[in-house]
């Protein structure tokens, strides 16, 4: 990871507890859900704000940064609870088999190129915004479907 990728990551770290704090108190920003799973190692319950894209009439949280702990603990426990403002509601997180995620990252980063591709240039998961660079870097980014519990 390099030292912009970093402050970055400490930055946004930041944030997600004021945005965590105000989604529990009401305040809902854009596509943030607030994902809560069970930690892997602890047993005590994690908070953290996800992005949940819709994308071709199926809801998807895509992994923003290397080595989440979110996802290892989603694959650990992959029902959670995702809050949206006040309600929630007890969803499985299905994780995509590599060639669903390259099929899926392409197609997305090709109708919607600067808000993701960048945003994964920014936090080092790829070397080049393009559909074909987040394709390739598909073993590298998880991507779970939300499905009903």
């Known amino acids: 990871m390099s030292p912009h990728s970093k402050r970055l990551r ?12 105000l989604q529990k108190r009401g305040v809902v920003f854009s596509d ?13 319950l994690r908070d953290v704000p996800v992005s949940v894209l819709e994308v071709a009439g199926a809801r998807y949280v895509f992994q923003a ?22 309600r929630s509601s007890e969803v499985r997180m299905t994780e995509l088999a590599v060639p669903e995620r390259r099929s899926l990252l392409r197609d997305h980063v090709a109708g919607n190129p600067t808000k993701l591709g960048e945003w994964f240039v920014k936090t080092g998961l790829i070397e080049e ?17 939300v499905d009903p519990a």
């Open 32 to 44: 943030m859900h607030i994902l809560t799973v069970v930690g892997r190692r602890t047993g005590e």
């Open 65 to 86: 940064y290397p080595k989440s702990a979110w996802v290892a603990n989603v694959r650990a426990s992959p029902t959670v609870t995702l809050t949206r403002g006040r």
């Open 129 to 145: 915004g393009t559909p074909d660079g987040l394709a390739a870097a598909a073993e590298r980014i998880a991507i779970f479907r």
């Open 10 to 21: 400490r930055m946004v770290n930041r944030l997600n507890k004021l945005v965590t704090l």
